[in-house]
């Protein structure tokens, strides 16, 4: 209980007065506490994020450069000819590009967080960004003997999305799903007409490790990476929570069901639209969905 007493000369009484009045002010700062704290919070993201802008910049300069000298190493005869020096300019490069893909997603969750990721939404062809972000992930899975299929229905190659962030949604499954596979395996990627008709069932389907039930509980968490630290397999633990959180902001969902040992399918639902030029370029309205589902 906070207190505020205030004391008032009662003027022209023949005897000293006073009006005394006592205020209960605990709500009063209770609130100026509580929004002096959410400004303390909001300069401290916008510093995160523009320290983590500059940071990005700083370090994509000689990563760029570590990243474009490997690949000329590895075109020069001498490195060919040598297979120990030719796996270890592969390294190099493989390694240059992780720690590409690490910061870009840094930064991305930082924008979101601070509110400051925007989108570009409207009618975007899904086949030609399912294709490119096929070929993102070719080289690792001839690497690492891994079968990709593609296969976009005609009724499901318009939706209502960011193009940029559709191709960084569809890379991101991808990448996880050759990179946790098994020689040998397969990656589907498919596009599919929901049944609602308003949206389409973008899938990413693989015969890799799988997920325990306590492993999908903390899969879109910050920085887990699930118990396959000691892997081997490069990673940050929030590509998922960027991949999610894109989804949600283009108006989708994000769902999952996964076998341990059996391989895992990613599903991400978003609006449908028609084509580019036509005379309605507004998505359908959708019912609100959960942020994230799980079925195992």
Same mark, same amino acid.
């Given at each position: 209980?906070?207190?505020?007493? /205030?004391?008032? +000369?009662?003027?022209?009484?023949?005897?000293?007065?006073?009006?005394?009045?006592?205020?209960?002010?605990?709500?009063? $700062?209770?609130?100026?506490?509580?929004? /002096?704290?959410?400004?303390?919070?909001?300069?401290?993201?916008?510093?995160?994020?523009? !320290?983590?802008?500059? =940071?990005?910049?700083?370090?994509?300069?000689?990563?760029?450069?570590?990243?474009? !000298?490997? *690949?000329?190493?590895? *075109?020069?005869?001498?490195? *060919?000819?040598?297979?120990?020096?030719?796996?270890?300019?592969?390294?190099?490069?493989?390694?240059?590009?992780?720690?590409?893909? =690490?910061? #870009?997603?840094?930064?991305?969750?930082?924008?979101?967080?601070?509110?400051?990721?925007? &989108?570009?939404?409207?009618?975007?062809?899904?086949?030609?960004?399912?294709?490119?972000?096929? %070929?993102?992930?070719?080289?690792?899975?001839?690497?690492?003997? @891994? *079968?990709?299929? $593609?296969?976009?229905?005609?009724?499901?190659?318009?939706?209502?999305?960011?193009?940029?962030?559709?191709?960084?949604?569809?890379?991101?499954?991808?990448?996880?799903?050759?990179?946790?596979?098994? +020689?040998?395996?397969? @990656?589907? &990627?498919?596009?599919?007409?929901?049944?609602?008709? %308003?949206?389409?069932?973008?899938?990413?389907?693989?015969?890799?490790?799988? =997920?325990?039930? /306590?492993?999908?509980?903390? &899969?879109?968490?910050? !920085?887990?990476?699930?118990?396959?630290?000691?892997?081997?397999?490069?990673?940050?633990?929030?590509?998922?929570?960027?991949?999610?959180?894109?989804?949600?902001? =283009?108006?989708?969902?994000?769902?999952?069901?996964?076998? +341990?040992?059996?391989? #895992?399918?990613?599903?991400?639902?978003?609006?449908? %639209?028609?084509?580019?030029?036509? &005379?309605?370029?507004? +998505?359908?309205?959708?019912?609100?969905?959960?942020? !994230?589902?799980?079925?195992?």
């Amino acid at each position: 209980f906070e207190a505020q007493l /205030q004391l008032t +000369p009662v003027s022209g009484a023949r005897d000293v007065a006073w009006i005394i009045v006592v205020s209960d002010i605990s709500d009063t $700062l209770r609130t100026r506490a509580a929004e /002096q704290a959410r400004a303390a919070a909001e300069a401290a993201s916008l510093a995160k994020t523009e !320290f983590l802008s500059r =940071m990005s910049h700083e370090l994509r300069t000689p990563l760029n450069a570590i990243v474009g !000298f490997a *690949q000329s190493l590895s *075109q020069d005869p001498v490195v *060919q000819a040598d297979a120990r020096r030719r796996d270890g300019v592969a390294l190099i490069e493989r390694a240059g590009w992780h720690l590409t893909g =690490m910061i #870009s997603d840094v930064l991305d969750l930082s924008r979101i967080e601070s509110g400051s990721l925007r &989108l570009s939404l409207g009618p975007v062809d899904l086949a030609p960004l399912a294709r490119d972000a096929l %070929a993102f992930v070719a080289a690792d899975a001839k690497r690492d003997q @891994v *079968q990709c299929t $593609l296969e976009i229905a005609e009724d499901a190659r318009w939706i209502h999305a960011d193009p940029v962030r559709v191709e960084q949604v569809l890379v991101n499954l991808l990448s996880n799903a050759v990179k946790y596979n098994r +020689p040998g395996g397969r @990656v589907d &990627l498919r596009g599919r007409l929901a049944v609602d008709g %308003a949206t389409v069932r973008i899938t990413v389907r693989d015969t890799g490790l799988g =997920m325990t039930p /306590q492993q999908l509980e903390g &899969l879109c968490q910050s !920085f887990n990476r699930l118990g396959r630290e000691s892997s081997g397999k490069p990673g940050a633990g929030i590509g998922l929570v960027v991949t999610r959180t894109l989804v949600q902001l =283009m108006r989708g969902q994000l769902g999952v069901r996964s076998t +341990p040992g059996a391989g #895992s399918e990613f599903t991400v639902t978003l609006p449908v %639209a028609q084509p580019a030029g036509t &005379l309605t370029d507004r +998505p359908p309205d959708l019912a609100e969905g959960p942020e !994230f589902t799980e079925t195992r």
